[in-house]
């Protein structure tokens, strides 16, 4: 199939359309855009600014994509959003390029779901394979590892890192670091266990699913201090890749707490 351009549908002269692209109806396509191959557009969808978007990638209708980050600080600045590749960017999404303050690039990776309303600010770093349920949103500079799933109307405080395969449950406000596999909820959102049913989905084995959660029980015991079960957790597992791509996570966090189970259960 040749690429398609409706008659209705502005593409800047300048922009760079891959093979076999489709632009449907209405659509506005600004002159720094780079669509890969087989893009679609759907209708009525803007992409805009210093954009690239994979091959493969379909944009569905009111779609804002690339447009002048939500941040004061910006003034202008050429960032940049680079979009990867079979993404399913559905209705009403915004994206947005990065920042001065964040190093001038907000990116998303291949294989993701963002439903309607959902939201990727500037600055942010979103992994392959993660699902935004409608109206998820992610504050400037948030960290989203590969195969999280974020649940509907769910809010991610700016400088949030949410590790592999992380559940974030719908309406959870999540102010603090969450921890690879794990699982959060809540109107302020606390760490209620692990992800056990998507690490089973995603062919995790039994005995990885095990250690995962001692050391888990073993992190976020009573006893000591978190420097001190750290510690514990890194020695008595460190065979265990699963296992040191959690410690890794926590020894490494930055600007925000780590989110923690309620009463320490």
């Not at 489709?22 to 893009?39: A, F």
């Not at 799933?149 to 991610?156: F, P, Q, Y």
């Not at 449950?169 to 596999?181: A, H, L, R």
């Given at each position: 199939m040749a690429?398609?351009?409706?008659?209705?549908?502005?593409?800047?002269?300048?922009?760079?359309?891959?093979a076999d692209v489709?632009?449907?109806?209405?659509?506005?396509?600004?002159?720094?855009?780079?669509?890969?191959?087989?893009?679609r557009l759907v209708a009525h969808v803007v992409v805009d600014g210093r954009t690239t978007m994979g091959a493969g990638t379909v944009v569905y209708p009111f779609?804002?994509?690339?447009?002048?980050?939500?941040d004061l600080k910006y003034h202008g600045e050429l960032s940049a959003l680079e979009i990867g590749e079979n993404n399913q960017i559905r209705e009403h999404?915004?994206?947005?390029?990065?920042?001065?303050?964040?190093?001038?690039?907000?990116?998303?990776?291949?294989?993701?779901?963002?439903?309607?309303?959902?939201?990727?600010?500037h600055d942010c770093n979103v992994g392959n394979n993660v699902i935004m349920a409608n109206n998820a949103t992610l504050a400037g500079h948030v960290v989203v590892g590969d195969f999280v799933?974020?649940?509907?109307?769910?809010?991610?405080h700016q400088f949030v890192r949410i590790g592999p395969h992380a559940m974030?449950?719908?309406?959870?406000?999540?102010?603090?670091?969450?921890?690879?596999?794990?699982m959060v909820k809540g109107e302020r959102a606390h760490?209620?266990?692990?992800?056990?049913?998507?690490?089973?989905?995603?062919?995790?084995?039994?005995d990885d699913i095990h250690a995962l959660r001692s050391a888990y029980r073993t992190l976020f015991s009573k006893e000591g201090t978190m420097a001190e079960r750290l510690e514990d957790v890194a020695q008595h597992y460190a065979s265990k890749t699963l296992v040191d791509g959690m410690v890794e996570f926590v020894r490494s966090r930055a600007s925000r707490a780590l989110c923690q189970p309620h009463n320490g259960e």
């Open positions: 690429t398609q351009i409706h008659a209705t549908a502005i593409v800047d002269a300048k922009a760079k359309i891959g489709e632009i449907g109806p209405y659509c506005v396509v600004g002159p720094d855009v780079q669509l890969g191959d087989k893009v779609a804002s994509i690339g447009q002048r980050p939500q999404v915004t994206m947005n390029p990065g920042t001065e303050g964040g190093g001038m690039l907000t990116r998303v990776g291949n294989n993701g779901l963002f439903m309607v309303g959902s939201h990727v600010a799933v974020i649940g509907g109307l769910a809010a991610v974030i449950g719908g309406m959870s406000g999540v102010e603090n670091d969450v921890i690879p596999y794990g760490l209620a266990g692990l992800n056990i049913v998507g690490l089973e989905r995603r062919g995790f084995g039994r």
